[in-house]
């Protein structure tokens, strides 16, 4: 554990930037995005996981969209009509949004990544 942090706050950051703990031998602190894959070690104190994670997986669907949530300046200021950010949303659903193979559904994937933001 980190010195500046507490075994309370830091868990907690970890699974909000997406990160579960996934130790090895050569890597005890290591954690991987459910999402991306990404998986970041050697944390240090002050490190943030949502940085870390935009930092080293910049195209993750999670990262983005968290960092939205988060409000962090690039990109809570950009505008979610474009592609990048369709497709981040998109990644969230990481294939297995049920109703996409269905036949006559009308609330696949697409719909619900663009027509959402353009209503709000």
Same mark, same amino acid.
């Given at each position: 554990?980190?010195?500046?942090?507490?075994?309370?706050?830091?868990?907690?950051?970890?699974?909000?930037?997406?990160?579960?703990?996934?130790?090895?031998?050569?890597?005890?602190?290591?954690?991987?995005?459910?999402?991306?894959?990404? @998986?970041?070690? @050697?944390?240090?104190? @002050?490190?943030?996981?949502?940085?870390?994670?935009?930092?080293?997986?910049?195209? $993750? @669907?999670?990262?983005?969209?968290?960092?939205?949530?988060?409000?962090?300046?690039?990109?809570?200021?950009?505008?979610?009509?474009?592609?990048?950010?369709?497709?981040?949303?998109?990644?969230?659903?990481?294939?297995?949004?049920?109703?996409?193979?269905?036949?006559?559904?009308?609330?696949?994937?697409?719909?619900? $990544? $663009?027509?959402?933001?353009?209503?709000?």
């Amino acid at each position: 554990m980190l010195p500046s942090q507490t075994l309370l706050t830091f868990p907690s950051q970890l699974a909000r930037a997406g990160f579960y703990f996934e130790p090895y031998p050569e890597n005890p602190d290591n954690c991987v995005c459910f999402l991306c894959g990404k @998986g970041l070690d @050697g944390w240090e104190a @002050g490190d943030d996981p949502l940085e870390e994670h935009l930092k080293h997986a910049p195209q $993750c @669907g999670w990262a983005i969209v968290s960092a939205i949530e988060a409000e962090i300046a690039e990109y809570s200021r950009q505008d979610p009509g474009l592609p990048h950010m369709v497709e981040a949303r998109k990644a969230t659903f990481a294939g297995k949004w049920p109703h996409e193979a269905r036949k006559g559904w009308k609330c696949k994937t697409k719909q619900v $990544c $663009c027509e959402c933001y353009v209503k709000l």
